[in-house]
Each structure stands twice: as C-alpha cells, then as structure tokens.
T-cell receptor, first 114, second 112 residues
Framework: GAGVSQSPSNKVTEKGKDVELRCDPI?????LYWYRQSLGQGLEFLIY????????KSGLPSDRFSAERTGGSVSTLTIQRTQQEDSAVYLC????????????FGQGTRLTVV | QQPVQSPQAVILREGEDAVINCSSS?????VHWYRQKHGEAPVFLMI?????EQKGHEKISASFNEKKQQSSLYLTASQLSYSGTYFC?????????????FGKGTSLLVTP
C-alpha cells in the first residue's frame, strides 16, 4: 500500500511569506508526527496528533508555527512569516497505534527561505 | 526531553563492531532505533519496551536498561550497507509525555 506522502517535496519561499506543508499518513494510522531536520542536525520534534486527543504542541518553536489534522487523516503544517532559520527538511511520520509502534516517515519537504 | 546519543560519529572498517548509546533523563516506556541514509527518510530498525529486553535484527541488536533509562545499539561485523545516521527515539512514561522524541543522531561510516 501507499506510504506516507508529503507535498511539496521542495519549496522555496521568500522571507516573510507563509507556507503550508502537507502530509498524507498511511490509511488507518492513528498517530501523526511532524519533525524538523536541519542540516547535520537530529530530528527535532514539533507536534504530535493522536486520534481525537488534543495535540502535543510542545515542540513548536514559535507561534508562527501551527498544524492541524483534519478528519484524523491529512495534516497541514503552516509556517507564517517565514524566516531564514526556518529552512530545513520537514518530516512527517505516522504510526498505527499511539504507543510503541513503528513510525513510518515520509520523504519530507525541503523548505528554503530566501 | 530529547535523548542524548553517543558517540556523535564513528568510522569503522568493514567487519568491525560498534556500539551506539542512548540515554534519557526521564522514565521511558520504549526506545526506538532508526537508520537514515543520506537524502532518504529514516527507516525503522527495532523497538524495545521497558523490561530490559534485548532484541536482534540480523547482526544489529539492542538492549534497554529501564532502570538506567539507557539503550545501546550493537552493530557486529559491520557491512558497508550499515553506513548512515542512527537515531534513537524515546517515548516517555505516563508522566513524561507520549510523543516520540529523537536524539541528534550518530553518524556511522563503514569503509572497505
């Protein structure tokens, strides 16, 4: 079956513009994560959705970042007034259950803010 | 809440062994290990649940010491295909949050 799909794969935007990144998780997966990976850095946790529970937003770096997950499926990560330091690869992952389950990653969106 | 990995980088010759360590300051429910090759998405290796179990995956195995909140990944008789960045991910206990948090990774290069 299809894996986690992210779009766009690459995005170049001007500083100050808003961007939306999309993630289509594997069908039936209840948990969805967003991570940010900067050059040579680890996987920085951003936000975690689990079923109908309130999302864990503890990793969002500023109020310019927000995310939503509609109908327990597709998720959108929005970055407002982008800054150059937002340049990174944004990875989405989904898991079939909320605990101790393999995370399936998408190929990521490479965001470049110029 | 981010686990700490060590070492940051390892260079091996083919056939040599390596150990990658992961430690956390919080009580853990599980530890995950993933490998990421350059330009690709991370790929799952294994999960260890609290209970101190050890799991194996061909010549790659791992242990989890719940009391010390530490996990180690063991790569034996390394192959060229083992090259990549290894990440440990941790899920906390009931009072530590459930989100899967990853360390900064360990870069492993296996040379001929």
């Amino acid at each position: 079956g299809a894996g986690v799909s992210q779009s766009p794969s690459n995005k170049v935007t001007e500083k100050g513009k808003d961007v939306e990144l999309r993630c289509d998780p594997i069908s039936g997966h209840t948990a969805l994560y967003w991570y940010r990976q900067s050059l040579g850095q680890g996987l920085e946790f951003l936000i975690y959705f689990q079923g109908n529970s309130a999302p864990d937003k503890s990793g969002l770096p500023s109020d310019r970042f927000s995310a939503e997950r509609t109908g327990g499926s597709v998720s959108t990560l929005t970055i407002q007034r982008t800054q150059q330091e937002d340049s990174a690869v944004y990875l989405c992952a989904s898991t079939p259950t909320n605990r101790a389950a393999e995370a399936f990653f998408g190929q990521g969106t490479r965001l470049t803010v110029v | 809440q981010q686990p700490v990995q060590s070492p940051q980088a390892v260079i091996l010759r083919e056939g040599e062994d390596a150990v990658i360590n992961c430690s956390s300051s919080k009580a853990l429910y599980s530890v995950h290990w993933y490998r990421q090759k350059h330009g690709e998405a991370p790929v799952f290796l294994m999960i260890l649940l609290k209970g101190g179990e050890q799991k194996g995956h061909e010549k790659i195995s791992a242990s989890f010491n719940e009391k010390k909140q530490q996990s180690s990944l063991y790569l034996t008789a390394s192959q060229l295909s083992y090259s990549g960045t290894y990440f440990c991910g941790t899920e906390g206990g009931a009072n530590s949050g459930y989100a899967l948090n990853f360390g900064k990774g360990t870069s492993l290069l296996v040379t001929p």
